[in-house]
Nanobody
Framework: VQLVESGGGLVQPGGSLTLSCTAS????????MGWYRQPPGKPRERALV?????????VYADSVKGRFTISRDNPKNAVYLQMNGLQPDDTSVYYC???????????WGQGTQVTVSS
């Protein structure tokens, strides 16, 4: 399975962006989808931003609750991250992830850069 992200870019504080992740196969019925980002100064780590389970339960990091929304479009094999009220601390590389639990391979996208700066 390949995951391809798009939608990153430069935005001013308080602005909005929508990230998209398109999967090469129909996997949402068995894979939970998530968005991760690199913590500052920790290029080898990825912290959960938001996830969407197969039964549509949403989970968010405390730092983005009320500002970010994860959603998906099953016919398009796409998952989205709507980001509102962006702040400089949201600057990072954002990665799309597909996870089926232990014992299964998980998949990552290549990452998309989000920069929040005036």
């Amino acid at each position: 399975v390949q995951l391809v992200e798009s939608g990153g870019g430069l935005v001013q504080p308080g602005g909005s962006l929508t990230l998209s992740c398109t999967a090469s196969a129909s996997i949402f019925s068995v894979y939970a989808m998530g968005w991760y980002r690199q913590p500052p100064g920790k290029p080898r780590e990825r912290a959960l931003v938001a996830s969407l389970t197969t039964n549509s339960m949403e989970v968010y990091a405390d730092s983005v609750k009320g500002r970010f929304t994860i959603s998906r479009d099953n016919p398009k094999n796409a998952v989205y991250l709507q980001m509102n009220g962006l702040q400089p601390d949201d600057t990072s590389v954002y990665y799309c992830n597909a996870n089926r639990g232990s014992g299964y391979v998980e998949f990552w996208g290549q990452g998309t850069q989000v920069t929040v700066s005036s």
